[in-house]
Every structure is written in structure tokens, then in C-alpha cells.
């Protein structure tokens, strides 16, 4: 692994621990990953976070975290950027009903939100693992939550987190905020939700939503927080714009 990254060193090193047997039963423990690099600009920023406030206060959230076997998911809120930024907002919270939920998204709300330059989507990956399996929880299911608006331009390939990241048995899903690319980008990108697609997503039932537009923030995030706590597998690739779902990819049969 020559040219790591330090979160994959560190998530390889993990990985040769022991599997953590006790801490508290959750259904989930889930580690949403949100991109904060310049590309996302404030406008774009708020209404991302304003997104997750307004989906954790959303009572269809709350009955979906009641679903489960245990009725009680952890959460914990990070945002990242270059190789070497991951920034926790909101530690890992217990939700077991509204009022926690409620909690979990005062907090949110109150954080200031931080920019910073690059996007190292493979250390994200990286972090969100060493962060579950430092926790103080048992999930019958681990989820990364990876959201972001560009490719990989920093740090280690997010391909090789992740395939490490499934090894720990840990699933990462995406949400890729597409949007037109100017035309001088160089080197040219490929579209971003097949490099989501090929390079982010992956593990047991995992799954990619696109937000075509930043007016589709809410509905995505809505609908992404619904399926990841549900556990549900359902169709891999979907994209979402602020009218409603588009039709799924359905030539994606997922990792």
C-alpha cells in the first residue's frame, strides 16, 4: 500500500484487530460524509446541511428508526475535504424517537460550516470506518454515507478505501451532486455518477442516489436517509430532481 493515505493505514490496521463483540445494540450505525470542499459553494453548503435539519426532524424518518429490531440507530454528522480534514460536527448521538432526533438536528443546525480546498473522497471513506469501529456500538448494519460534488483529487484512490471499507463489513452509499462542468476542466472528469458508480459505492445492498439539481438536495437526502435506515436494498442508482425521482439506471446491478 505504498502511497496511502493515513486513514487507509489506519483503517488497515484496524482491520487486523479483533471484531468489536460488545457496546450498545443499534440497528444502525450510520457515518454521514459530507463534502465541504470550495466546489460547494455557500449557497450549495446550507442547502445541503438544511437538508439533513429538516430530514431528521421528518416524523417518516423517525418512524423509520422505530422499524427496527431494536428500535434505536447511532449517527454521527462529519464534513471533509483534502486528505487531512475531517471534521466532525456532530459526534455519535443515539436516536431512538423524535426527541432525540430533534436533538441531533439542533445541533446540526447550530454548527457553523467550514470550506476547505480539494476532495479526498478515499480518506473520507477511510476516516468514516476508523470512526465505527472506534464507537461505542454494536450495528447489525455499518454505513458510510458518502456525498460530494467532484472526483477524487487528493489523497488515497476512494476505490481502495472502499474495498476495505467491505472488507470490515462496512457498506458505503453515495449521493453525487451533478452539475455542469466548465468547459476549460482539465484533466476532463468522468460524469460523476458513474465515477460514484465505479469507484464510491459498494458493500451489501448499497446504493447511489444523484441530485440533478441543488433544489433536489431536500427530496434526496430525505429519500437517502429513508432506504439507509430501512436497510432497504431496493434499486441501486436512482436520480433525483426537486420534482421527483427520475428513472433508475437500471443497467447497474450494483457490488
Same mark, same amino acid.
Given at each position: 500500500?505504498?502511497?496511502?493515505?493515513?486513514?487507509?493505514?489506519?483503517?488497515s490496521?484496524l482491520?487486523?484487530?479483533?471484531?468489536?463483540?460488545?457496546?450498545i445494540?443499534?440497528?444502525?450505525?450510520?457515518?454521514?460524509?459530507?463534502?465541504?470542499?470550495?466546489?460547494?459553494d455557500?449557497?450549495?453548503g446550507?442547502?445541503?446541511r438544511?437538508?439533513?435539519?429538516?430530514?431528521?426532524?421528518?416524523?417518516?424518518v423517525?418512524?423509520a428508526?422505530?422499524?427496527?429490531?431494536?428500535?434505536?440507530?447511532?449517527?454521527?454528522?462529519?464534513?471533509?475535504?483534502a486528505?487531512?480534514?475531517?471534521?466532525?460536527v456532530?459526534?455519535?448521538?443515539?436516536?431512538?424517537?423524535?426527541?432525540?432526533?430533534?436533538?441531533? *438536528?439542533?445541533?446540526l #443546525? /447550530?454548527? =457553523? $460550516?467550514?470550506?476547505?480546498?480539494?476532495?479526498?473522497?478515499g480518506? +473520507?471513506?477511510?476516516? %468514516?470506518?476508523?470512526?465505527?469501529?472506534?464507537?461505542?456500538?454494536?450495528?447489525?448494519?455499518?454505513?458510510?454515507?458518502?456525498?460530494?460534488?467532484?472526483?477524487?483529487n487528493?489523497?488515497?484512490?476512494?476505490?481502495?478505501?472502499?474495498d476495505?471499507?467491505?472488507?470490515?463489513?462496512?457498506?458505503?452509499?453515495g449521493?453525487?451532486?451533478?452539475?455542469?462542468?466548465?468547459?476549460?476542466?482539465?484533466?476532463?472528469?468522468?460524469?460523476?455518477?458513474e465515477?460514484?458508480?465505479?469507484?464510491?459505492?459498494g458493500?451489501?445492498?448499497?446504493?447511489?442516489?444523484? *441530485?440533478?439539481?441543488? #433544489? /433536489?438536495? =431536500? $427530496?434526496?437526502?430525505?429519500?437517502?436517509?429513508?432506504?439507509?435506515? +430501512?436497510?432497504?436494498? %431496493?434499486?441501486?442508482a436512482?436520480?433525483?430532481?426537486?420534482g421527483?425521482?427520475?428513472?433508475?439506471?437500471?443497467?447497474?446491478?450494483?457490488?
Amino acid at each position: 500500500m505504498r502511497g496511502a493515505g493515513p486513514a487507509v493505514w489506519l483503517l488497515s490496521a484496524l482491520l487486523a484487530l479483533p471484531a468489536r463483540a460488545d457496546g450498545i445494540a443499534v440497528d444502525l450505525e450510520l457515518v454521514l460524509a459530507v463534502d465541504v470542499s470550495h466546489s460547494i459553494d455557500e449557497d450549495d453548503g446550507r442547502l445541503q446541511r438544511e437538508g439533513y435539519v429538516r430530514a431528521f426532524r421528518d416524523p417518516r424518518v423517525v418512524a423509520a428508526i422505530r422499524s427496527g429490531r431494536t428500535g434505536q440507530i447511532a449517527v454521527t454528522y462529519v464534513e471533509w475535504s483534502a486528505e487531512d480534514y475531517q471534521r466532525v460536527v456532530v459526534g455519535w448521538s443515539l436516536l431512538d424517537g423524535q426527541e432525540a432526533a430533534d436533538g441531533f *438536528a439542533a445541533r446540526l #443546525a /447550530a454548527q =457553523p $460550516r467550514v470550506s476547505q480546498s480539494w476532495t479526498a473522497i478515499g480518506a +473520507a471513506i477511510g476516516a %468514516g470506518v476508523a470512526m465505527i469501529e472506534a464507537n461505542a456500538y454494536a450495528g447489525q448494519r455499518k454505513v458510510i454515507d458518502v456525498s460530494g460534488d467532484g472526483v477524487n483529487n487528493n489523497g488515497p484512490a476512494p476505490a481502495a478505501a472502499r474495498d476495505l471499507a467491505a472488507a470490515a463489513g462496512v457498506t458505503v452509499n453515495g449521493l453525487a451532486i451533478v452539475r455542469p462542468k466548465p468547459a476549460w476542466t482539465w484533466p476532463p472528469e468522468p460524469p460523476l455518477d458513474e465515477y460514484y458508480r465505479d469507484h464510491v459505492v459498494g458493500g451489501p445492498n448499497s446504493f447511489l442516489i444523484v *441530485a440533478t439539481e441543488p #433544489a /433536489a438536495f =431536500p $427530496r434526496a437526502i430525505l429519500q437517502k436517509l429513508l432506504r439507509e435506515i +430501512a436497510g432497504a436494498g %431496493g434499486p441501486p442508482a436512482e436520480y433525483v430532481s426537486a420534482g421527483g425521482p427520475y428513472p433508475v439506471v437500471a443497467e447497474w446491478d450494483g457490488r
